[in-house]
């Protein structure tokens, strides 16, 4: 009679670890059907959400590329979009090379505002979005990576809360020739990253 109670608790939990196990095993066999190819570009399409550029007060080119971002941030301040370019970033070797593409370009050193003080998205977003309001901008055009996109807008709008600021996301010129064959490029892990910040940012700052 001993015996009874704990066949009953094997059983239960076998038939635990099934139902736990059959969702799994439903979800493998259906990415098994798929084409991993077809799914890998739906992914970076996800990330994509960059929009077309339209006349604003400020054109911001944030950290962290390495000068594409700061380049796109020329072009689009040649192409009359906006009288003043803010570079954003952290003291390091991006920082310096984006700072070198700006001083190679023939921008007036008054239509160019530098922040140092970035870290990462998060504070970077609240520092230009004070820098922005200190302007008494209304409008401006933030310059990143088309991967960087969803997070950066998610980022964005959540730290401006609210505030009348019209912001655009704008695309940087593609380190990626083909966006169709992206995880084939060697900092491939840079974009695969952004799987895990999306969570990450949404359970710790919650955007």
């Known amino acids: 009679m001993s015996t009874q109670p704990k066949r009953r608790a094997v059983s239960r939990r076998a038939?635990?670890?099934?139902?736990?196990?059959?969702?799994?095993?439903?979800?493998?066999?259906?990415l098994a059907a798929l084409n991993i190819e077809?799914?890998?570009?739906?992914?970076?399409?996800?990330?994509?959400?960059?929009?077309?550029?339209?006349?604003?007060?400020?054109?911001?080119?944030?950290?962290?590329?390495?000068?594409?971002?700061e380049a796109r941030a020329v072009e689009l301040y040649h192409e009359g979009y906006a009288p003043l370019v803010l570079v954003s970033g952290s003291i390091g070797e991006n920082m310096e090379r984006g700072l070198v593409v700006i001083e190679a370009s023939d921008l007036p050193e008054d239509a160019v505002i530098i922040n140092r003080g970035a870290t990462n998205t998060y504070?970077?977003?609240?520092?230009?979005?004070?820098?922005?309001m200190s302007l008494d901008a209304q409008s401006a055009l933030i310059v990143t990576d088309a991967h960087h996109t969803r997070r950066a807008m998610a980022t964005y709008l959540h730290v401006l809360d609210?505030?009348?600021?019209?912001?655009?996301?704008?695309?940087?010129i593609p380190d990626i020739l083909d966006p169709d064959r992206w995880w084939e490029y060697e900092f491939w892990q840079e974009i695969a990253k952004e799987f895990i910040k999306l969570p990450y940012y949404w359970f710790v700052y919650g955007v």
């Open 162 to 172: 609210g505030r009348p600021i019209e912001l655009t996301f704008v695309a940087a």
């Open 15 to 30: 038939v635990f670890i099934l139902l736990l196990l059959l969702p799994l095993s439903v979800s493998a066999c259906a």
């Open 123 to 132: 504070d970077e977003a609240q520092q230009v979005i004070e820098i922005l």
């Open 38 to 69: 077809d799914v890998l570009r739906s992914a970076y399409r996800f990330l994509d959400i960059s929009e077309p550029p339209q006349a604003a007060d400020v054109i911001v080119a944030l950290g962290g590329s390495g000068g594409t971002r």
